[in-house]
C-alpha cells in the first residue's frame, strides 16, 4: 500500500509560480511512476503530468498540453518525493491538485491508470 500526501498548495496571482510536493511511503518507490492530476469545481479529475520510473534508460515525463513549457514535474528517489513546479500560472490553473502513483514504471496519462492517489492541494489563482 502507498501513502501520498500532498502540500504546497495556495493562492497566488496571474504570473506567479508554486511548487506542489508529494511525499510517498510504503510500497518500493523508485519502481513505480507518478503522477499529477488536477480538478476544477464541477469538472472532471484531468492529467497534468507524469514521470516514469527511473531506468537504464533515464527517465521519461508527459504533459498534459495546456502546462507544456509551464510545469515541470520531477521526483527525487533518495527521498521518496514528487514534485510539480508550476510557472507562469493562469488563473485556469485553478484546481485541487492530486499526486498519483501507479504499479507501473511507464507514464500514464489517464485517471484509471494510477492506483494510489493523494488528498489533494488546493491551488487558486486570481487574475
Known amino acids: 500500500q502507498v501513502h501520498l500526501a500532498e502540500s504546497g498548495g495556495g493562492s497566488v496571482q496571474a504570473g506567479g509560480s508554486l511548487r506542489l510536493s508529494c511525499a510517498a511511503s510504503?510500497?518500493?518507490?523508485?519502481?513505480?511512476?507518478m503522477g499529477w492530476f488536477r480538478q476544477a469545481p464541477g469538472q472532471e479529475r484531468v492529467f497534468v503530468a507524469s514521470?516514469?520510473?527511473?531506468?537504464?534508460?533515464?527517465?521519461?515525463?508527459s504533459y498534459a498540453e495546456p502546462v507544456k513549457g509551464r510545469f515541470t514535474i520531477s521526483r527525487d528517489n533518495a527521498k521518496n518525493m514528487v514534485y510539480l513546479q508550476m510557472n507562469s500560472l493562469k488563473p485556469e490553473d485553478t484546481a485541487v491538485y492530486y499526486c498519483?502513483?501507479?504499479?507501473?514504471?511507464?507514464?500514464?496519462?489517464?485517471?484509471?491508470?494510477?492506483?494510489?492517489w493523494g488528498q489533494g492541494t488546493q491551488v487558486t489563482v486570481s487574475s
Open positions: 510504503g510500497g518500493t518507490f523508485t519502481s513505480v511512476a
Open positions: 498519483a502513483a501507479r504499479r507501473v514504471a511507464i507514464v500514464g496519462v489517464a485517471v484509471g491508470e494510477y492506483d494510489y
Open positions: 514521470i516514469s520510473a527511473p531506468s537504464w534508460s533515464g527517465i521519461t515525463t
